[in-house]
């Protein structure tokens, strides 16, 4: 096993354990209850997966799944929900997401003074830890959540990235995902800090349950890397068949149009379209953004026309010309011995000759 594949992969999940720790101290201090430090006991599985990823995998990722991102979803979604629910009864003071800092700059000379005073460095480390602590549980819970929220996502990012790769990924796509990530990160956060920030929103439980239900839901696309990726092709009966050719040549296109209609824009815009119909709720930014879910729904709509359309205008070119393939994309190349039938059989899935056509034989 390589030095920097084990590094990496131990390193990355040891800062997915880190945040999520976090994660469960704030919401065992806003609660004041010492029971829900049992939450931290999902990073069990998080474990688990880092010793079966070293022992079967050598440190390496998965094809189209990414197990560790998975988990460090269970690990810090449910803290999340917990301090979000906990929202109405967190206050800042007169201003709202203001800072609140009742430990004076003084501790820090104090301690630093001190520190001259003792024997070793030791003492000086951890009285300035001290008063680290002391001035971070000061902060105003909601701040507390932003913050995570925040770092929950570029986590999500920065950890994919430094993840070992597998065989069945390169750099080149890798780095188109987490492009793409980066865009996604920043539409979910945009949705869940505009949404939940409206004031008639916080009244609302079932409606605040339902804002998370959905933010939750469009979590569930980073662990998978089925954007980038196509899937590939055999030459069996079921794989020659119309859908299974149009998935197979435009499988990573079909996947990024599933998730915008199905579990990004598609749920944001629903979400929002009742915000506003049902509970007349109004503002510039959520109007905004409604309309920007309207429109990229509509483009990934029009998107799908022109791919079929496309896919269409292929099959029925390479019919007539009598080449027939495996994928539009990539001909596949069978054996003499099977080729005749083959092609006998994919015609009869491919080829939609007119009624012209399918007469002109019997005129000659």
Known sequence: MELMVLLNALVTRLLFVLHSLIGVWRVTAVKNEPKYWLLALLNLLLCLETGLTLKFKQGRGYKWFSPAIFLYLICTVPSLWLLEIHHGTQYCGNKPGAVQVNVSNQDFNQSRDSSHASEGTDHHIIQTAKV???????????VWTLALHQTFLLLLVVGRWLLPIGVEITRDQLSQLLLMFVGTAADILEFASETLDIEDVRKNYALINAILAVWTWSML???????????????????RRIPSLLLCRYSAELWNIGVSLFIQDGPFFIVRSILMGHFRIFNQMLVFFTAKNILVVTLQLYRLAVITLDFRATILQKSRKGEVSCCPCEPYEASNHATTDQDTEMKGFVAFPSKEESQAPSED
Do not use: M, N, R, Y
Request: with cysteine; aromatic share 6%.
């Open 132 to 142: 680290f602590v002391k001035q971070l549980s000061t902060i105003c819970e909601t």
């Open 221 to 239: 696309q980073f662990p998978l890397d089925l954007a980038v990726q196509h899937i590939g092709c055999k030459p069996t009966t079921s794989t």
